[in-house]
């Protein structure tokens, strides 16, 4: 059974008049934990959309990038959205409820985070209204601000990343430590590590990224250490 159709089954099963973000409170089991993951970035998503005040068609193609929809299944990915524009509930309704979904642990939240960012940057330009958006999702997450910034650092196109704000750590952190925190992000990132999460395909294509951005950094930083 293919995710969108476990997404459709989700759907259904709201009761009639039945807000979008209802149905994060039936899907807290395990192996629900991928449909939970691309409905919450697509609703976040169609929420963000909202804050700069217009969808723009690379924003859709991001959707697409992200989730790979295949043409017979753009109706449901089309609902989900729809149904998080139309919802009255705010952002931060969706967002507590993620949160506790995913129970207090930073890798999904990470990785839902990640999602957001690719598709607020997709036209080429950071709203501020998009960066307010973003950090306020993440303080309702419990997303670390250091994690925060890190993730605003590789995506934001206004500037080159700097490489100790990417790993998390201090320009005047030691080598050693920053080798270590290195190490640590390559292991939580691996692919295998995004599957035992439960989370989707999706989510394992955007930790390639993810990793060649992470390498970069430690390899900047050694790099500048040895000059």
């Known amino acids: 059974m293919s995710i969108w159709t476990r997404i459709s089954d989700a759907l259904s099963a709201l009761a009639s008049g039945e807000p979008l973000s209802a149905v994060f409170d039936r ?24 804050a700069d005040g ?45 949160k506790a979904m995913f ?45 925060f910034r890190s993730l605003r650092a590789r995506f934001v196109p206004d500037a080159l990343p700097d490489p100790h704000t990417v790993l998390g750590v201090s320009p005047d952190t030691p080598l050693p430590e920053i080798r270590r925190a290195w190490k ?12 035992a999460r439960g989370l989707p395909d999706e989510a394992v294509k955007m930790a390639e990224r993810r990793m060649h951005d992470i390498n970069r950094a430690w390899e900047e930083i050694a790099k500048g250490q040895a000059a």
């Open 103 to 147: 129970d207090q642990t930073d890798g999904p939240i990470c990785d839902l985070m990640e999602g957001l960012f690719h598709i607020a940057i997709a036209d080429g330009h950071y709203h501020p209204a998009e960066d307010a958006f973003l950090e306020r999702v993440a303080a309702i997450l419990g997303l670390p601000e250091r994690d």
């Open 54 to 98: 217009q969808v723009t068609r690379d924003e859709v193609t991001a959707f697409r990038e992200v989730f790979r929809i295949a043409p017979e299944d753009e109706a449901q990915a089309a609902r989900v959205f729809n149904l998080a524009r139309q919802d009255v509930a705010g952002f931060e309704s969706y967002a507590a409820k993620i």
């Open 27 to 50: 899907l807290r089991t395990r192996p629900e934990r991928s449909v939970a993951f691309t409905i919450a970035v697509i609703a976040l998503g169609a929420k963000m959309a909202k």
């Open 184 to 195: 640590q992000m390559v292991r939580e990132n691996h692919p295998d590590a995004l599957i």
